[in-house]
């Protein structure tokens, strides 16, 4: 049974930082696309950023690029985002997607398991 349980959303003040972390478990992850996704209220989910976890590559939203870094630690089965000049707009519900198939990390339809969630509130 694959699991997916994310931690480390909360409420921050803008320009704060925040660490989210995403636990996996049930499918083989050595070699897994491995991503965060975001909803905002009334928003479609965006992806935030990916990592391969077979060599830890990655690719980030443009809005995220030097502000969010994605990585893993493989001996933990687990990924994390590093979030840090948090803005309002960074508001939104966290989630944390798996897609055990590898292949092409940049597409939505690769991700085969998503996590619950973790909100993250950031005010100005």
């Known amino acids: 049974q694959v699991q997916l349980v994310e931690s480390g959303g909360g409420s921050v003040q803008a320009g704060g930082s925040l660490r989210l972390s995403c636990a996996a478990s049930?499918?083989?992850?050595?070699?897994?696309?491995m991503a965060w996704f975001r909803q905002a209220p009334g928003k479609e989910r965006e992806e935030v950023a990916y990592?391969?976890?077979?060599?830890?590559?990655?690719k980030y939203a443009d809005s995220m690029k030097g502000r969010f870094t994605i990585s893993r630690d493989n001996a933990r089965n687990t990924v994390y985002l590093q979030m840090n000049s948090l803005e309002p707009e960074d508001t939104a519900m966290y989630y944390c997607?798996?897609?055990?198939?590898?292949?092409?990390?940049?597409?939505?339809?690769?991700?085969?398991?998503w996590g619950h969630g973790t909100q993250v509130t950031v005010s100005s």
């Open positions: 990592i391969y976890t077979a060599n830890g590559s990655t």
């Open positions: 049930g499918f083989r992850y050595d070699r897994a696309c």
């Open positions: 997607a798996a897609g055990p198939r590898g292949g092409y990390c940049y597409l939505k339809a690769s991700y085969d398991y």
